[in-house]
């Protein structure tokens, strides 16, 4: 009944008013774009029968051309595609205006539960001293990252605003002018963007949506939680990767990531002058001017010096004797709203952002190696010494290190970066940077290079104020992670930097890396196989332990639908902190607005609090783990056959995307590893891999193998088993769920003229008979007649994404078509699938 009138909400909210102002947008006069407007109901009508009657791509565009544009030129051919793409970019814009400004009625017949539900629960139960102390010590913690998907600039971003509002109120001249202005704003990077211009645009982000955002989080918490003591300003955390990350991006240097620190702080006095400012015109009282005017003239001189730096405990000291005058002096007016900026100030204190710093281990390796070689311990490689000395040389060996001894950029970086991290913490605060992740983690010297190059930097043992974190993302980390952990707590100093950590340890889990080596069943399984074994190891040590996820936007990057995943642990895994990265579209898609930051971090909290508090705890029976090993051996095996074919690689290189990910001005990260002229599998960026196959509407890291797994239980006459696993385990479940909104985007009609290649024709098929035989088990074991059938709304909104983006993919398989015939007009086509990347990836909003 709800979903029925939650879909009810969203065809009058979302599909009439889009159809509406869209019928606008396409008759609104453009420059050099007459008329390609009213083409383009004809051309998606054109593209959507030609596809299913197995036209290709190129024969669709030959009689659009001939037959309704009336143009025959190439190069005029080519021009008005670019008109296409411009207007269907726009589109897409406009769509998720329609889609955001819809956000809060559709919450209104939502089935998942806010807070505000637990709490009412909770009232029923009388369970008050429960989840009062659970929540004074739960915390989830959103990490933004700047990976390449993301790339809405703040000036469309504001767009996107001024339009939601406007439609919020059906005003409709205004959006008429808004949305020319759209159609005369360049939606696309002129070039690519630096680090900072990253940073810079997350930081837009934080200080016109989170700020506030989690501020009235906090007080909605505080003000329902029967708890006048309430101070768990740590409730929800924001981490930023934007100027700290250097993991594959040779342009993320130390003093990039001093600029982002500085913009990170510089930014929060921004929010708090300006919140003081409003602040000022209600606290208008004689004995209050001069405080109020020293804070302020402070706040002011720290926006636009960087040099100038506010402490935390200066601002809140001097807001507590505000607080105090008024409170004594003024009948606590307005009191209620200089509380709510004196909690802001214990939130973000002066960082606004914890900025974590991440490396690849074998960037440290080459590093170590340098250092010893330059201090004449070892001749040429590490190699020459045996673990137990090399382990001493990094606990126990004191050098002096300076940046200028080395020629290599790598170590002179990663020297003159560590060295500057305590500079960071002083004038951000010490959470402002205390976190450091190290990239493919296969064993204890992943960690222990890290605390090691401390030392050598400069650092005291007992003043090395970081979390040294391991990210283990290959299923060889995994498997090691157990032994690892183990050996690093048996190290006494190490096991005494952990205590000076309160005796916790951050361990970060990689779906995106995972998934590309094992597939997408043997990757998520092992993830959490993974957490249950670190969480016993931590616990038989007294170690508290917070899982790290890095989750990408798609499923097949650990994405899809975060609280049912997150709701779905098992009781096995320690739950003391939800930490995930948010990254690219999903920034703005999920968490962009308000309405939409705070739905989103309550489902967080409310996954985190369903475990403990309500219903029976999640288990899985050593007879379903029996089952799900054999399902994810089954189709690990598939997967795996498909990546040593012969025509893999070949087949993403030559007939997707892939290598034009990198000419797109989206990030400043480069599309692979390393410089090697042969690609290889471990090369290619988890984003570029899952990004290319969403672009051929193929999908294939979110699903391949289930179907064949499946299918070998039917055969076996034991399909009832898996049907009963679907049923009872929510984890399950939950996989098989977000693997069918996988199989929901794909659309294999599109390069259906691949069946007849020489080269790739067979590999084609391998694919597309996968994909029907995943959709077609997966819908017997969840007993539904269609993909995403209890999700009536994704389901529609998927499906107008799609329908936008139908002329621009059959574009861009056109121009992959005519670049493989060597058409003397190649580097336009070339231009035009670089160019179509875009529209695609914001059309699908995880799509990598």
């Known amino acids: 009944m709800q979903q029925a009138k939650r879909l009810e909400e969203f065809k009058k909210s979302v599909t009439n008013k889009f159809n509406i102002y869209n019928s606008l947008f396409l008759s609104l006069p453009y420059r050099n774009i007459e008329n390609v407007g009213m083409l383009i109901p004809l051309l998606f009508e054109h593209c959507e029968k030609g596809l299913k009657n197995g036209e290709k791509p190129q024969e669709i565009l030959e009689t ?77 913690r959103i990490v933004l990252t700047a990976h390449p998907t993301q790339f809405y600039t703040p000036s469309v971003l504001d767009i996107i605003a001024e339009l939601r509002s406007l439609i919020d109120s059906d005003q409709i001249n205004d959006i008429d002018v808004t949305l020319q202005q759209l159609g005369l704003t360049s939606l696309v990077n002129a070039k690519k963007p630096t680090p900072l211009d990253e940073a810079k645009n997350i930081i837009y982000i934080l200080r016109n949506t989170y700020y506030d955002a989690i501020g009235e989080l906090f007080q909605y918490v505080k003000s329902n939680i029967r708890n006048e003591g309430f101070d768990n300003y740590d409730i929800m955390k924001l981490g930023f990767w934007p100027g700290g990350d250097r993991d594959g991006n040779p342009f993320v240097t130390a003093s990039i990531t001093k600029q982002v620190s500085d913009e990170l702080r510089v930014t929060l006095m921004k929010c708090y ?58 009948h606590g007016l307005y009191l209620d709203k200089l509380d709510e900026l004196i909690d802001k100030v214990h939130i973000f204190k002066t960082h606004f952002a914890t900025l974590d710093i991440r490396q690849d281990h074998s960037k440290h390796y080459v590093v170590v190696e340098s250092i010893l070689k330059k201090q004449g311990v070892i001749k040429e490689t590490l190699n020459e010494l045996k673990d137990k000395e090399l382990t001493k040389l990094l606990l126990k060996e004191d050098f002096k290190l300076k940046p200028g001894d080395f020629d290599e950029d790598i170590v002179k970086d990663t020297i003159t970066n560590i060295q500057q991290l305590k500079a960071i913490q002083e004038r951000n605060g010490e959470e402002g940077c205390n976190r450091y992740i190290i990239s493919n983690s296969e064993d204890i010297f992943a960690v222990l290079f890290v605390f090691g190059l401390f030392r050598w930097c400069g650092w005291l043992e007992k003043d090395i104020t970081f979390d040294i974190i391991p990210l283990f993302e290959t299923m060889k980390g995994m498997e090691a992670s157990e032994e690892v952990m183990q050996t690093l707590f048996d190290i006494p100093s190490y096991r005494k930097h952990l205590e000076r950590r309160k005796d916790a340890h951050t361990v970060m889990l990689g779906f995106s890396d995972g998934t590309k080596d094992g597939g997408y069943l043997k990757a998520n399984w092992s993830i959490l196989k993974t957490k249950e074994t670190i969480s016993r190891v931590c616990k038989k040590n007294g170690i508290k332990v917070m899982f790290f996820d890095g989750r990408g936007g798609p499923p097949a990057r650990g994405g899809g639908k975060t609280h049912r995943f997150y709701a779905a642990q098992t009781k096995d895994v320690a739950n003391h902190e939800i930490q995930l990265t948010i990254q690219g579209q999903t920034i703005t898609s999920t968490y962009g607005t308000k309405e939409q930051f705070m739905h989103n971090s309550e489902q967080l909290l409310t996954a985190g609090l369903s475990n403990n508090l309500f219903g029976k705890e999640h288990t899985i029976s050593a007879t379903q783990r029996k089952l799900i090993e054999e399902l994810s051996e089954l189709s690990f095996a598939k997967y795996d056959a498909l990546k040593q074919h012969d025509k893999f690689i070949p087949y993403l290189e030559h007939r997707s995307t892939l290598k034009y990910y990198s000419n797109a001005n989206i990030g400043s990260r480069p599309g692979k590893r390393g410089n090697k002229k042969q690609l290889t599998l471990s090369d290619l960026r988890a984003i570029s891999f899952v990004g290319s196959w969403s672009q051929l509407k193929q999908n294939v890291p979110g699903y391949f193998g289930l179907g064949s797994a499946i299918k070998e239980f039917a055969d076996q006459g034991r399909l009832k088993e898996v049907k009963k696993l679907y049923k009872e385990v929510p984890f399950f479940r939950a996989l098989m769920s977000n693997s069918m909104m996988s199989l929901a985007k794909t659309n294999f009609n599109l390069t259906s003229y691949l069946k ?16 029907q035989l995943s959709e077609k088990m997966l819908l017997q074991i969840s007993e539904q007649k269609i993909l995403m059938e209890n999700e009536a709304v994704s389901r529609e909104s998927v499906k107008i994404r799609e329908k936008i983006v139908l002329p621009l993919l059959v574009i861009q398989q056109n121009a992959l078509f005519h670049i493989t015939q060597n058409s003397k007009f190649k580097e336009l086509y070339e231009k035009i699938v670089t160019r179509s990347l875009y529209g695609n990836i914001n059309a699908s909003r995880n799509s990598a």
């Open 64 to 140: 659009f051309f001939t037959n309704f544009a009336g143009i025959k030129d190439e190069k005029d051919r080519l021009d008005f595609m670019f008109r296409i793409i411009q207007y269907v970019e726009r589109q897409v814009v406009l769509y998720d205006s329609v889609e955001d400004s819809a956000f809060p009625k559709l919450q209104e017949y939502t089935s998942s539960l806010s807070i505000k539900d637990y709490f009412e629960l909770v009232n029923r139960s009388k369970n008050w001293d429960k989840i009062s102390k659970k929540l004074s010590t739960f915390s989830a």
């Open 273 to 330: 002058y300006n919140e003081l400012k409003t602040l000022r015109k209600k606290l208008t009282f004689k004995g209050l001017q001069d405080e109020l005017n020293l804070l302020s003239d402070k706040l002011y001189k720290s926006m636009f010096d960087v040099n100038i730096v506010l402490t935390y405990e200066e601002i809140v000291n001097s807001l507590l004797k505000i607080r105090e005058n008024l409170d004594l002096n003024y």
């Open 756 to 771: 007849e290649d020489a080269e790739f024709g067979a590999f084609w098929n391998i694919l597309h008979e996968e994909c």
